[in-house]
């Protein structure tokens, strides 16, 4: 067989492949095709055993025409397949029409609780600031959470805190203080800018307190530690938190661990000032509680109250997500309440 009459015969069959190609329309046809023109009993199939026939110098150039005539078998095939393929899913999508008026499926993404934003918003305010954050036990012993504080066992201050007791000398701390003793004590008399946010414990139980609840109190504690600047802090704090327009004031109060002692209120969300039932008709709400760090407890924690001075402030996470949030109890802070929950989930 001449070489010439293999290219004829290769190029009438890829005619002919085409032709037959037009008329496939399902997956069955296809596989027919394949079978005729590159299965075991086509014609490509059977030129093959011809190579013996074929004079040694014209071998190399029957074994191209075959290979070309293979790749174009296979690209028929590939188109003829591809227009099958996107035949079907035109069917289907006709079958399966979308009225784009209808609103969309969403997934239910999750969102920080409220308490944990709080948290985090209050602590990425500090750490600007230059302030570190510290944690300690919720089991402390009395001298951390009370005596180093400077209330001692018979200071009437203790009654202000009522405490739970689980042991001679051991008490579920009842505000983070406890681990600004620790701090101090391993900061041996030198400079400390710490915050310290987590959970305390008291016997309260009503709409607006919980036996539990979050504390963040921070310690400051310097040559040059000022009052002014822990007004000035404040201030930004809780403009942070509330708004730039937010008014604050601070008010004389009395902590047993600190001398002078303040405490803060910020202007009232529904009234802006004027006086509603809300604030109690006093236009603030109160906020939280500060001074500078009394002399007693510089000295009961290793520091030399000639040299250093410092200042003192705590909030409550609890009160600040209520308030924030317009949450009316304060019990739905530490409930399994998904429709309660899923208000705070970021669209």
């Not at 070489?3 to 069959?13: H, K, M």
């Not at 005596?147 to 051991?170: C, L, T, V, W, Y």
């Not at 030399?304 to 996470?317: R, V």
Request: net charge negative; charged share 30%.
């Amino acid at each position: 067989m001449e070489i010439n009459e293999i290219r004829e015969l290769a190029q009438g069959e890829i005619q002919k492949a085409e032709e037959a190609s037009k008329g496939i329309q399902d997956a069955v046809a296809l596989n027919l095709f394949k079978s005729s023109y590159l299965g075991k009993k086509s014609v490509l199939s059977s030129l093959y055993p011809k190579l013996k026939e074929i004079p040694s110098e014209q071998k190399k150039e029957f074994g191209r025409v075959l290979s070309q005539m293979r790749e174009e078998l296979e690209k028929i095939l590939k188109s003829a397949q591809d227009r099958i393929e996107e035949e079907q899913l035109r069917l289907k999508m006709e079958k399966k029409k979308v009225d784009i008026t209808l609103p969309g499926y969403f997934e239910n993404v999750g969102s920080l609780h409220p308490y944990q934003a709080v948290v985090r918003d209050i602590t990425d305010f500090f750490l600007g600031l230059g302030f570190t954050i510290a944690d300690g036990p919720e089991v402390e012993t009395d001298e951390n959470n009370f005596e180093r504080m400077n209330i001692p066992k018979d200071h009437p201050a203790r009654d202000m805190q009522d405490s739970f007791s689980i042991g001679e000398g051991i008490v579920l701390r009842s505000h983070t203080s406890s681990v600004q003793a620790r701090v101090m004590e391993e900061s041996k008399g030198e400079m400390v800018k710490v915050i310290c946010p987590g959970k305390v414990y008291r016997r309260d139980n009503d709409a607006t307190h919980s036996h539990q609840f979050g504390q963040v109190e921070g310690l400051v504690i310097s040559p040059n530690a000022t009052f002014a600047n822990l007004l000035e802090i404040l201030t930004l704090l809780l403009r942070h938190l509330f708004g730039e327009k937010r008014e604050v004031r601070f008010r004389p109060s009395y902590f047993p661990f600190t001398e002078p002692s303040i405490e803060a209120d910020i202007s009232c969300f529904e009234c802006g000032g004027k006086g509603c039932s809300f604030c109690k008709n006093s236009g603030w709400i109160e906020i939280l509680g500060a001074g500078m760090v009394h002399p007693n407890v510089l000295r009961l924690n290793g520091y030399d109250d000639k040299k250093m001075q410092g200042f003192a402030f705590g909030l409550g996470i609890d009160r600040v997500a209520m308030l924030k949030y317009g949450i009316d109890d304060i019990k739905k802070l530490y409930e399994d309440d998904v429709d309660f929950l899923s208000q705070f989930r970021k669209e």
